[in-house]
């Protein structure tokens, strides 16, 4: 089959487009044809090398599959031959206290299809069945694969963690990416005042159009001072953080008394200042967040099939074309998902 792959950690120059062997499909695993992979910075991570994070090479990268069943392993008993599936993309035991309490995503053993196994990038993938998903019919594969990571990281920082409730103020970060492109949405879905932040005008209109009710340029307009004009100096009751370094001491200082910021990342670096009279003083709570469980991503799925919630796709690209596509990531030029066509 052809693949992407890289063999050692580096620039996109270390993508190679290339012939691999089909994958090995066990017992209780589903081979998959890939229509379309949707990029996340965990693939960009990936291929740059996180310390203290053993990536096996060479690596696949790839979270956000959808397919068609080629195959199954002796033991599958849903899928079948031609199905048209999504991927939910986090594994773990399915044994221990947390799969069975339906908390999967905090598994000791938890992992992302991709990330520390070989994903999507390819013609084929093979993944256990209890991650398959029946795709909604009117979904194309490009859409599809638009949904699962993004939107299962959004609705569990919004939902699950920070638990936003109707009427709130909700401040959402770097609305062009995909995730926050989700959490505009699911925000706004819960009955929130959405405010959303991005670097272009461009950019805050297509915010706008996924329903933000305020929009701030943040590299014109300051982060915080913009929150407290909105809320006529009240601050925000939640804020939406993945930028990390960049944007963290003015998360916090953007937030109301009992606000709440949770993050699920840091694009922009680990380390973030914070004063911490403004943490006790505030009564602040500050959550994190890292993905989802399986039921989530199904809620989610259901709200994308009755057109409640819907993916955003910036571009896409041939599979062959990988290296194009991450480099559009890493520039920051797209707003919603970029997608790979096998």
Excluded at 309 to 314: E, N, R, S
Aim: with cysteine; aromatic share 6%; proline share 4%.
């Amino acid at each position: 089959m052809k693949a992407v792959v890289f063999h050692e950690h580096g620039g996109i120059d270390k993508l190679r487009y290339e012939d691999r062997p089909e994958p090995v499909v066990r017992d209780n695993e589903v081979l998959v044809r890939v229509k379309a992979c949707a990029l996340n910075h965990l693939d960009i991570w990936a291929r740059i090398g996180l310390p203290g994070i053993q990536i096996p090479l060479p690596h696949i990268s790839g979270n956000d599959i959808c397919g068609e069943v080629v195959s199954t392993g002796r033991l599958v008993t849903r899928a079948r031959s031609g199905d048209a599936v999504i991927v939910s993309p986090g594994l773990s035991c399915g044994v221990c206290e947390y799969c069975l309490s339906g908390r999967d995503n905090m598994c000791r053993s938890y992992k992302i299809i991709g990330y520390l196994t070989d994903g999507g990038y390819a013609e084929l993938v093979s993944v256990p069945e209890v991650n398959i998903i029946p795709k909604p019919e009117w979904l194309k594969p490009e859409e599809a694969a638009a949904v699962p990571l993004v939107f299962m990281t959004a609705w569990h920082m919004l939902v699950t963690r920070a638990a936003v409730s109707p009427g709130e103020y909700a401040l959402i970060l770097g609305a062009g990416s995909g995730v926050g492109s989700a959490a505009i949405q699911i925000a706004k879905l819960l009955g929130a005042h959405v405010i959303a932040t991005a670097g272009s005008q461009e950019k805050l209109r297509l915010a706008r159009g996924l329903g933000a009710d305020d929009v701030i340029n943040h590299n014109e307009q300051d982060i915080t001072a913009e929150a407290r004009r909105i809320t006529e100096k009240r601050g925000v009751d939640v804020v939406f953080e993945h930028v990390g370094s960049a944007t963290w001491e003015k998360s916090v200082k953007a937030l109301a008394v009992g606000g709440r910021l949770v993050t699920c990342g840091a694009t922009t670096g680990y380390m973030g200042q914070t004063d911490i009279r403004y943490v006790y003083s505030r009564q602040l709570s500050i959550l994190g967040s890292y993905m989802a469980s399986k039921a989530e991503l199904l809620k989610v799925i259901e709200l994308v099939r009755q057109r409640r919630l819907k993916p955003v796709v910036d571009r896409i690209y041939s599979l062959a074309e990988a290296a194009r596509a991450q480099e559009r990531m890493e520039k920051r030029e797209h707003f919603g998902k970029i997608v790979l066509r096998p």
